[in-house]
């Protein structure tokens, strides 16, 4: 796995090289057969859960470290992060093209810890703000590549979105493996 740092225009890390091509074969496989345009929570039953929870682990001991030291801005969520006391959501987004989302954000006060993966089709990728003004351009894109990502810790400058425009002829899959406090869902 690449791991590449930055604080332009927030504190996150692009990831590369996440997945052995076998891997994302079958996640991309497992992917194709969900609806465009349907956003879905994948639980133990699913054929790729395992490989998932042991990939998010795997990039969170990986990239948490450095990006906490990098990232010193408040977060959304000042719970503590660790395998005893936090475990991944996985959501899968599939968007066809016209898909507009277009509207900066930062991440619900839940999230400790954000990582979202291109997996299958075409993309923009991660557009990243200094803000959350209306109108404001994006001041860095993390580019759509397949078995590519980005990082978060969220926190009240963390303002990024995404689209999908009509442009492109195939839908964007993509993964987001959401670290939250097991105190969130007592």
């Known amino acids: ?10 504190p996150h890390a692009t990831i590369s090289n996440i997945f052995t091509d ?19 929570w994948l639980f133990a039953d699913c054929p790729v859960w395992e490989l998932l929870q042991d990939k998010a682990w795997e ?23 660790s395998e005893s006391d936090s475990f991944f ?5 599939k968007l066809e093209p016209g898909f507009n989302h277009s509207h900066p954000h930062t991440d619900s006060p839940w999230k400790q810890f954000v990582t979202v993966l291109y997996i299958d089709g075409q993309g923009n990728g991660t ?4 803000s959350g003004e209306a109108g404001e351009k994006p ?3 993390v580019p759509w590549k397949i078995n590519t990502g980005y990082c978060a810790i969220p926190n ?19 993964i987001n493996l959401l670290l939250a406090n097991k105190k969130w869902y007592k």
């Open 156 to 174: 009240e400058i963390n303002w990024h979105d995404f689209d999908h425009p009509a442009t492109f002829t195939e839908p964007r899959t993509t």
């Open 139 to 141: 001041v860095k894109v």
């Open 127 to 130: 557009k990243l703000y200094r």
């Open 89 to 93: 959501r996985i959501e899968v987004k």
């Open 1 to 10: 796995m690449n791991i590449i740092y930055s604080n332009n225009p927030n």
């Open 59 to 81: 990039i969170f001991d990986k990239v948490y470290p450095s990006l906490d030291k990098i990232t010193t801005q408040e977060r959304n969520n000042i719970l503590t992060c």
């Open 22 to 40: 076998s891997e994302i074969s079958s996640i991309a496989e497992y992917t194709r057969s969900l609806n465009n345009n349907e956003s879905l």
